[in-house]
């Protein structure tokens, strides 16, 4: 499944999730890096009017960005999007792999119809996300491919969910659990360091105390918005979290080759989807924390 073979709800959140995940973090970088600035400029810059006016003008843009994000609220979007995405996305790997709630409706348009009603009520429940989608009217909810694969024999469904769906996701929170968890030494790292640094030249403040022009201040402020970042992208806690999930998967997957009919695969395609909602849940649930 290639992600144009998704139904165009999916694509168009995935998408918007994307794009306003970018304008946050950009924004949010921005107001570090000008808190940062402002504090250095304060300490360092000569005591003139034109560099008074630098400063002032940090300190506005980082007033102006907090306003910005707080009407704005990019994350919520980022997290709505990626929600409506991954809900999306496993009713569709339930619907072409002929499991329930789509497996005994009667013929083919019926499931076809409650498919179709069940990604209307996941828009519904989702409708701050509506200026955010992309104008795509004119796709279909059911495509092409989807419907190729519905129709395949059970071993072929079974062949295909294993390695487009399982290895697929265990591949991805293997790689995402690898760069949380690097992120996390190395920014965990730069706050040791820079909150050494600071100690050190407190420590030399206190033996030269007629020497002016130790940066402790600019570190603190430096310390206070690493630690912020950390706490923003939860490094560790994501890098724990998809790592547990990626042997979930690892141990579960093995047991596809037990399905021996279609009511055996339904369950297991439902277990596997409810350990992947499970985890989708947890992530938006993280931002409320």
Not at 51 to 56: A, C, G, P
Not at 183 to 193: D, G, H
Not at 205 to 224: D, Q, R, T, Y
Request: charged residues 25%.
């Amino acid at each position: 499944m290639e992600e144009a073979d998704y139904p165009s709800l999916y694509q168009s959140a995935d998408r918007a999730s994307k794009r306003t995940q970018k304008y946050y973090l950009i924004s949010l970088g921005t107001f570090i890096c000008s808190l940062v600035l402002s504090s250095i400029v304060t300490q360092y810059a000569p005591k003139e009017a034109e560099w008074s006016i630098v400063s002032t003008i940090l300190l506005i843009i980082t007033l102006l960005l907090t306003i910005f994000n707080g009407v704005k609220r990019f994350d919520n979007i980022w997290y709505n999007g990626r929600a409506v995405a991954e809900s999306v996305k496993t009713r569709t790997w339930r619907f072409i792999m002929q499991t329930e709630p789509y497996q005994d409706l009667g013929d083919y348009s019926d499931k076809a119809k409650k498919f179709n009603n069940d990604i209307s009520e996941i828009l519904k429940e989702n409708k701050s996300l509506g200026n955010y989608l992309d104008n795509t009217y004119d796709s279909d909810s059911i495509t092409k491919k989807m419907v190729e694969i519905r129709s395949l024999s059970l071993n072929d469904r079974k062949s295909l969910y294993k390695t487009d769906r399982l290895e697929d996701q265990k591949n991805w929170y293997i790689t995402k659990a690898n760069l949380n968890n690097r992120n996390a030494k190395i920014w965990f790292t730069l706050l040791i360091a820079t909150n050494s640094i600071a100690i050190i030249f407190s420590f030399i403040k206190i033996l030269h105390p007629k020497k002016e022009g130790f940066p402790i201040e600019p570190l603190i402020v430096i310390a206070s918005s690493i630690l912020s970042w950390m706490q923003i992208k939860r490094f560790q806690e994501l890098g724990s979290s998809y790592n547990l999930t990626a042997h979930e998967i690892n141990l579960f997957r093995q047991n596809i080759d037990y399905c021996t009919n279609e009511r055996e695969f339904s369950d297991f395609v439902k277990d596997s989807e409810n350990a992947f909602s499970r985890e989708h849940t947890q992530w938006v649930a993280r931002k409320d924390k």
